[in-house]
């Protein structure tokens, strides 16, 4: 009792009802599907704009869908990458439908730019 701080006491009990997602500074495990090349090099340009925008501190909130969660990408990098790697990702992942091939090279020279551009940074 003589060494007790109540203020670390009380920060301590009111950290624990917190989420575990505000509390975590860990990266989310994005996991890559065991499919067709073009889809998965769809799925991970779109986890490298997720990854991007955490790191800006915009993670994309577990309730908001791809689509949704577009406007904010668009805010972080370039409109036409996040466009066009949401709408991608989409079709990938709810309509197991590949990305013509000359698109996911288009995604993926835009997002070699950004991540270029973002090093010199």
Not at 5 to 34: I, V
Not at 67 to 88: D, I, K, N
Request: proline content about 9%; overall charge negative.
């Amino acid at each position: 009792m003589g060494d007790a701080d109540p203020t670390l006491d009380m920060a301590r009990l009111l950290s624990g009802l917190l989420p575990s997602w505000l509390t975590s500074q860990k990266r989310p495990d994005f996991k890559l599907p065991d499919d067709d090349a073009d889809l998965v090099d769809v799925f991970r340009i779109y986890f490298s704009l997720l990854v991007i925008a955490d790191d800006r501190g915009f993670p994309r909130p577990p309730n908001e869908t791809p689509m949704e969660y577009q406007s904010t990408l668009e805010r972080l990098v370039p409109r036409s990458l996040a466009r066009m790697a949401t709408a991608a990702f989409i079709k990938a992942c709810y309509g197991h439908q590949p990305t013509p091939r000359d698109q996911i090279e288009q995604m993926r020279v835009s997002l070699d730019q950004l991540l270029e551009s973002l090093e010199g940074d």
